[in-house]
T-cell receptor, first 117, second 115 residues
Framework: AQKITQTQPGMFVQEKEAVTLDCTYD???????LFWYKQPSSGEMIFLIY??????QNATEGRYSLNFQKARKSANLVISASQLGDSAMYFC??????????????FGKGTHLIIQP | GAGVSQSPSNKVTEKGKDVELRCDPI?????LYWYRQSLGQGLEFLIY????????KSGLPSDRFSAERTGGSVSTLTIQRTQQEDSAVYLC?????????????FGSGTQLSVL
């Protein structure tokens, strides 16, 4: 079984500051993928970034980077230079290799990020 | 279409009625997933299809829920004798395969309200 824990239900951040959203995971799989999705108030799920369990370098996508610490089972999302449009729910998720991917993505409960001007 | 399409976008029904939710995945995507998201909550996995078969139906909340997929494409999620606790957003997603690096593409969801 896989589990994702996001310990920050809500965060307030000043515009242009960097923000770190925490995510820890638990799995017995050796091969797995970690994902972050953004869900604005419109409800759509927007893919942000992916990190593979065997990737040696932290993933980056524009202003998003993933601070991957495998030994600590941690996959924090870092958003640099936050913008008002970053206000949304953020979900950490993982996809394991056991069961042939039958469960798709396992999601955390999310962090509600609000960027203040 | 280019993305995952879900219909209807909104559905209001009376308690006890049956509803059918539809999902049209991205062309060529073999894996299809249904999730449920209650207000302010995370995503609850319901069921997964690989092609037309659903190997594991244990995520469905009760026997009032059923799903099928035909032709390896369109899927329908049916809720019989709806209850107020069924009110939620039902999200469909698809992916090219079940590999660990395959991201899921989501539809816009169906907002179900049971009165």
């Amino acid at each position: 079984a896989q589990k994702i824990t996001q310990t920050q239900p809500g965060m307030f951040v000043q515009e242009k500051e960097a923000v770190t959203l925490d995510c820890t995971y638990d799995t017995s799989d050796q091969s797995y993928g970690l994902f972050w999705y953004k869900q604005p108030s419109s409800g759509e799920m927007i893919f942000l970034i992916y990190q593979g369990s065997y990737d040696e370098q932290n993933a980056t996508e524009g202003r998003y980077s993933l601070n991957f610490q495998k030994a600590r089972k941690s996959a924090n999302l870092v958003i640099s230079a936050s913008q008002l449009g970053d206000s949304a729910m953020y979900f950490c998720a993982m996809r394991g290799s056991s069961g042939g991917g039958a469960d798709g993505l396992t999601f955390g409960k999310g962090t509600h990020l609000i960027i203040q001007p | 279409g280019a993305g995952v399409s879900q219909s209807p976008s909104n559905k209001v029904t009376e308690k006890g009625k049956d509803v059918e939710l539809r999902c049209d995945p991205i062309s060529g995507h073999t894996a299809l997933y249904w999730y449920r998201q209650s207000l302010g909550q995370g995503l609850e996995f319901l069921i997964y299809f690989q092609g037309n078969s659903a190997p594991d139906k244990s995520g469905l909340p009760s026997d009032r829920f059923s799903a099928e997929r035909t032709g390896g494409s369109v899927s329908t999620l049916t809720i019989q004798r709806t209850q107020q606790e069924d009110s939620a957003v039902y999200l469909c997603a698809s992916s090219f395969s079940t590999a660990t690096n395959e991201k899921l593409f989501f539809g816009s969801g169906t907002q179900l309200s049971v009165l």
